[in-house]
């Protein structure tokens, strides 16, 4: 019997049938997200502005809001996106870029999350300091080791009711009760400016797929780009010419290989 929740199935869904995702992300990420979103099989569309974001919103298939150069209008337009999302049941992704640097951020990201998102994607020290806790997060960089985001994760995920991915070398995946962690990748993924912001895009896709199973959505993005990045870092002589393979190791990606290359650990 087929399993339904398994990466490589969720991977021919949304290739079958490639979801709309608005992908309200920041000016660093948003061509690389486009062509990942592109690459990997799904329908990226860029849309932000306070104006159309809340009707863009209800007729996609996710959302997915990355606060990296944020602004109030874009917040604006986040907010009114995330909102519509609730409302017509749609599932929707938050990236918390940083939200610990500035007033700003941590009352934005504040606002975000009493909208409830499905899913929270974050590196190590973001995850840590969403839940309370001290992170040596300095920018958008993180210093903590994915090992040290667990116990934040799964409290976030309790308390808020969502799924939470903590992303680093080997990315960690729960909704409070159970865990997964993926291994895979490549060193040279931090090296490439808003890979991350590409793969919060990604889980959107996924999420869109799968609307009622946000988990198993989530694990399968994250092994997807951890099977593309450890083949195209294989290859790669440097971070230049891994941006490149990782987009054609994204489109070679069958069911097959992903299958066979996934390394997905239950915690």
Same mark, same amino acid.
């Given at each position: 019997?087929?399993?339904?929740?398994?990466?490589?199935?969720?991977?021919?869904?949304?290739?079958?049938?490639?979801?709309?995702?608005?992908?309200? /992300?920041?000016?660093?990420?948003?061509?690389?997200?486009?062509?990942?979103?592109?690459a990997?099989?799904?329908?990226?569309?860029?849309?932000h502005?306070?104006?159309?974001?809340?009707?863009?919103?209800?007729?996609?298939?996710?959302?997915?809001?990355?606060?990296?150069?944020?602004?109030?209008?874009?917040?604006?337009?986040?907010?009114?996106?995330?909102? =519509?999302?609730?409302?017509?049941?749609?599932?929707?992704?938050?990236?918390?870029?940083?939200h610990?640097?500035?007033?700003?951020?941590?009352?934005?990201?504040?606002?975000l999350?009493?909208? %409830?998102?499905?899913?929270i994607?974050?590196?190590? =020290?973001?995850?840590?300091a969403? +839940?309370?806790g001290? =992170?040596?997060?300095q920018?958008?960089?993180?210093? *903590?080791p994915?090992?040290?985001?667990?116990?934040?994760a799964?409290?976030?995920a309790?308390?808020?009711?969502?799924?939470?991915?903590?992303?680093?070398?080997? *990315?960690?995946?729960? *909704?409070?009760?159970?865990?997964?962690r993926?291994e895979?990748?490549?060193?040279?993924?931090?090296?490439?400016?808003?890979?991350?912001?590409?793969? /919060?895009?990604?889980?959107?896709? !996924?999420?869109?797929?799968?609307? *009622?199973?946000?988990?198993?959505? /989530?694990?399968? +993005?994250?092994?997807?780009?951890?099977? +593309?990045?450890? %083949?195209?870092?294989?290859?790669?002589?440097?971070?230049?010419s !891994?941006?490149?393979?990782?987009?054609?190791?994204?489109?070679?990606?069958?069911?097959? /290989?992903?299958?066979?290359?996934?390394?997905?650990?239950?915690?």
């Amino acid at each position: 019997m087929q399993d339904d929740t398994n990466p490589a199935t969720l991977l021919g869904a949304m290739r079958a049938n490639p979801p709309l995702v608005q992908c309200i /992300t920041n000016f660093v990420a948003m061509n690389i997200a486009a062509n990942v979103m592109l690459a990997a099989g799904a329908s990226p569309a860029m849309v932000h502005a306070e104006e159309e974001a809340a009707e863009f919103a209800a007729i996609s298939g996710a959302l997915t809001i990355n606060i990296g150069t944020l602004s109030a209008g874009w917040l604006a337009g986040m907010l009114s996106a995330a909102q =519509s999302a609730k409302k017509a049941g749609k599932p929707w992704v938050l990236d918390p870029v940083a939200h610990y640097a500035t007033a700003f951020r941590r009352q934005a990201v504040a606002q975000l999350l009493e909208l %409830q998102p499905t899913i929270i994607r974050g590196n190590a =020290s973001e995850i840590i300091a969403l +839940a309370g806790g001290a =992170s040596r997060g300095q920018g958008v960089d993180s210093r *903590d080791p994915v090992e040290l985001a667990e116990d934040a994760a799964r409290q976030l995920a309790q308390t808020h009711g969502c799924v939470v991915a903590v992303t680093g070398v080997t *990315d960690l995946v729960t *909704d409070g009760q159970k865990t997964r962690r993926i291994e895979g990748g490549s060193a040279l993924m931090p090296q490439v400016t808003a890979l991350g912001c590409s793969l /919060t895009c990604l889980v959107g896709a !996924f999420a869109a797929t799968t609307p *009622d199973n946000a988990f198993d959505a /989530t694990v399968a +993005a994250l092994a997807v780009f951890a099977v +593309a990045g450890e %083949q195209a870092g294989a290859a790669a002589d440097g971070p230049g010419s !891994f941006s490149w393979r990782f987009l054609d190791a994204l489109t070679a990606l069958d069911a097959e /290989t992903l299958s066979a290359k996934a390394r997905i650990l239950t915690a």
